[in-house]
């Protein structure tokens, strides 16, 4: 018989680290809801310090906010998060990927292309959490092929509400609205695949601008979180 040995502290941190992370882009923890670290430890079987300094790291990240004497919550959503989204993804989604284009690699691409599958497949299965954690990776991803130690900071901190967003407003994923802007957001992600394939950067640009301009238009329709301040529109 084997006996399995206890995960090691690191371990447990990192698996801590990535459920948060998932709990978080899917919405299951909410913008503003408590992370208590007392649960979370008794929940991964690690001691009080180490989920300290996780929620320290979450909170660099921009998973995560901290105040003094207040305990961690879930980073907050407003209209101003919204609106300074839609400004700014532009600008650094356009640049990344423009960037993935000139350095990517061949591997880089093999694993773009796979995690593409996956977003397909999650398309096709109707299953919400993984359509927004494949899209999430995918435009991450393209972010880590641009190989910029600058943009991939602004991008992954882009992407943590991009996936929020993005939950809010697939769970009316019955709306066939909804149903024709996932065709065309897979149909995109494979175009921004053939442009980068081609290092063609002004194709994989208008791409991506064309991209996000259809997130914009179905936010507009639909996100309307719990967690988020404010009107979307006024």
Do not use: C
């Amino acid at each position: 018989m084997i006996v399995n040995e206890p995960a090691a502290p690191t371990d447990r941190k990192g698996i801590l680290a990535e459920t948060l992370v998932h709990r978080i882009l899917t919405m299951q923890l909410e913008p503003g809801a408590v992370l208590d670290e007392v649960a979370l430890s008794e929940e991964f079987g690690l001691s009080r310090p180490p989920v300290r300094e996780l929620m320290r790291q979450m909170a660099g990240e921009g998973y995560v906010d901290l105040e003094a004497n207040r305990a961690a919550r879930v980073s907050l959503m407003s209209y101003q998060t919204l609106r300074d989204f839609l400004i700014v993804a532009p600008m650094i989604y356009v640049g990344t990927t423009k960037l993935a284009a000139i350095n990517h690699n061949a591997r880089d691409l093999e694993v773009l292309k796979q995690t593409q599958q996956k977003f397909r497949q999650a398309i096709a299965d109707g299953h919400v959490e993984n359509r927004v954690i494949f899209n999430h990776q995918f435009h991450l991803n393209i972010g880590k092929m641009a190989h910029n130690q600058y943009l991939l900071p602004s991008l992954k901190k882009l992407l943590i509400d991009h996936a929020r967003i993005g939950k809010i407003f697939y769970r009316h994923n019955g709306d066939p609205r909804i149903q024709k802007g996932q065709e065309t957001a897979a149909r995109q992600h494979d175009q921004m695949i053939e442009a980068i394939e081609a290092r063609d950067t002004e194709w994989a640009g208008d791409v991506v601008r064309a991209h996000l301009e259809v997130f914009r238009s179905d936010v507009a329709l639909y996100a309307v979180p719990s967690g988020m301040q404010g009107e979307l529109e006024g």
